[in-house]
């Protein structure tokens, strides 16, 4: 019966001596790898499980031994493995030890979790384009009136510190309403698109360029150049 359950559940255990050659695999292994415990037997899991680029070297896993300090089997471990064909899956991994006759035994539990870590990473992303859309414009990916005031208050705060200054640029869109009833919105959010991406090419990268109305563009510069380096960026913009 024993036996049935360990063949059966979904996690891959792997039994181990303490330089991690293994001894045995339940088919839960094979399953989430595609080795077979014939394949696996006297190998150690860095050899075939470790993508390549994370894999020590062969001298490095020759030497390799447990320490064997109770606390070091206490926590989990999530890291990423390789199937045999290639395809990649996070694994949550769990260790124990017995000491049987034949000697010291590290018993390794593999519980697959790659559909939690996607669901984590869409999670993330979706949160981060929650706060981008949040905080920029959504024709030109500029910066909205809302993030403007965020980091513009940090950059007095800063100057204010030091005794520094900061610039601003407010940059209104000659004839653009006549743009609009001419040619129509297309060809206005094609100008405001350029406008945006020229006036982006012109700054510093500390600087924020943020669209704050219809064809009204103000541009935040932290730590305010020379007034010379000023007039130059002026000159590009225009």
């Given at each position: 019966?024993?036996?049935l359950?360990?063949?059966?559940?979904?996690?891959?255990?792997?039994?181990?001596?303490?330089?991690?050659?293994i001894?045995?695999?339940?088919?839960?292994?094979?399953?989430?790898?595609g080795?077979?415990?014939?394949?696996?037997?006297?190998?150690?899991?860095?050899?075939?499980?470790?993508?390549?680029?994370?894999?020590?070297?062969?001298?490095?896993?020759d030497?390799?031994?447990?320490?064997?300090?109770?606390?070091?089997?206490?926590?989990?471990?999530?890291?990423?493995n390789?199937r045999?064909?290639?395809?990649?899956?996070?694994?949550?991994?769990?260790?124990?030890?017995?000491?049987?006759?034949?000697?010291?035994?590290?018993?390794?539990?593999?519980?697959?979790?790659s559909?939690?870590?996607?669901?984590?990473?869409?999670?993330?992303?979706a949160?981060?384009?929650?706060?981008h859309?949040g905080?920029?414009d959504?024709?030109?990916?500029?910066?909205?009136?809302?993030?403007?005031?965020?980091?513009?208050?940090?950059?007095?705060?800063?100057?204010a510190?030091?005794?520094g200054?900061?610039?601003?640029?407010h940059?209104?869109?000659?004839?653009?309403?006549?743009?609009n009833?001419?040619?129509?919105?297309?060809?206005?959010?094609?100008?405001?698109?350029?406008?945006?991406?020229?006036?982006?090419?012109?700054?510093?990268?500390?600087?924020?360029?943020?669209?704050?109305?219809?064809?009204e563009?103000?541009?935040?510069?932290?730590?305010?150049?020379?007034p010379q380096?000023?007039?130059?960026?002026?000159?590009?913009?225009?």
């Amino acid at each position: 019966l024993l036996k049935l359950l360990v063949d059966h559940i979904n996690d891959g255990i792997i039994v181990m001596d303490r330089g991690a050659r293994i001894l045995w695999t339940n088919a839960g292994f094979s399953r989430q790898t595609g080795w077979s415990a014939e394949e696996a037997r006297g190998r150690r899991p860095q050899e075939f499980l470790m993508p390549q680029e994370v894999r020590p070297s062969q001298a490095e896993i020759d030497q390799f031994d447990f320490d064997m300090v109770p606390e070091d089997f206490e926590d989990f471990q999530i890291v990423q493995n390789m199937r045999k064909d290639g395809g990649r899956y996070w694994v949550q991994l769990a260790f124990s030890q017995a000491d049987l006759q034949e000697g010291v035994r590290v018993i390794c539990a593999a519980r697959d979790i790659s559909g939690q870590v996607a669901a984590q990473d869409a999670l993330a992303a979706a949160k981060a384009e929650l706060e981008h859309s949040g905080n920029s414009d959504v024709l030109t990916g500029l910066a909205n009136r809302r993030r403007l005031g965020e980091v513009l208050a940090e950059a007095l705060e800063g100057a204010a510190a030091r005794d520094g200054q900061v610039a601003l640029f407010h940059v209104d869109l000659d004839k653009f309403k006549e743009v609009n009833d001419t040619y129509g919105h297309a060809a206005g959010d094609a100008i405001l698109v350029h406008a945006a991406e020229a006036m982006t090419r012109s700054t510093r990268e500390q600087d924020l360029v943020a669209r704050v109305g219809g064809d009204e563009i103000v541009i935040d510069m932290p730590k305010a150049p020379t007034p010379q380096a000023l007039a130059e960026i002026a000159r590009r913009i225009i």
